[in-house]
């Protein structure tokens, strides 16, 4: 009697330990509760700025956003993208989509959770001396602002970059549409003949997204 209930403990042992690692390794796997909201700029019929190639800025936006969330993911920071695929967020391509599509991002980052908002975005203007990346940060915000001080001065050091950029405050509606710390990100120049050529390559945007997601970490898990 008392071998059968020794062998009978045991097995109860065993299924608890058993039961108990696999609780272990589900809690090991799951995000850290830290979020971020990338957002992936334009997108759909609004390609944004255009590449001398063709080649659109929404499509390169996505691009990078999937190369920062894959490294946000190897330190269990969980990702919320506004935009997944080559399309908008406006639905119906029909008068009115911009605000239709600004308002659904607003709505993403609002029920997201995130403790920040980085939208990623390549620019273009007609002074082609202009070239590397430039950050823009939520209006009247210390924590937006601290960020983007720290995550301009690693873009100021990728190559061809402008070492004098300097980070602005930015008047655009997916920084200010809620109360988290937000940064949009210009990753660079189309009208820079450099820097297209960069951002054109897997290996630069790799670096780009390299170079934000360390930021991103640093600022979620107390770095700076």
């Not at 390169?60 to 946000?72: A, P, R």
């Not at 600004?102 to 070239?131: D, G, Q, T, W």
């Not at 008047?171 to 050529?197: A, Q, R, T, W």
Request: proline fraction near 1%; include cysteine.
């Amino acid at each position: 009697m008392f071998k059968k209930l020794q062998i009978v403990l045991i097995v109860i042992v065993v299924l608890l330990t058993s039961v108990w690692g696999v609780k272990v390794k589900k809690a090991s796997a799951n995000k850290s509760g830290i979020i971020v909201v990338l957002d992936a700029g334009h997108g759909g019929i609004d390609a944004g700025v255009i590449a001398s190639g063709g080649q659109k800025e929404s499509d390169l936006n996505l691009d990078i956003c999937y190369k920062i969330k894959t490294e946000l993911e190897k330190s269990c920071i969980g990702v919320v993208m506004t935009r997944r695929s080559y399309g908008g967020l406006y639905g119906v391509a029909t008068k009115g989509f911009k605000l239709r599509d600004m308002k659904k991002r607003k709505e993403i980052i609002e029920s997201s959770n995130a403790r920040l908002v980085v939208s990623i975005h390549i620019n273009k203007c007609p002074f082609e001396y202009r070239k590397g990346a430039q950050v823009f940060y939520k209006i009247a915000d210390n924590s937006s602002k601290t960020f983007a001080n720290f995550l301009q001065k690693d873009l100021n050091a990728l190559p061809n970059a402008d070492k004098d950029n300097a980070c602005l405050v930015g008047d655009y509606y997916v920084l200010n549409c809620s109360n988290i710390p937000s940064v949009l990100v210009e990753c660079g120049f189309f009208s820079n003949k450099e820097n297209e050529s960069q951002l054109l390559q897997e290996e630069y945007r790799l670096s780009l997204a390299g170079v934000i997601s360390a930021n991103i970490a640093k600022f979620l898990l107390g770095g700076f």
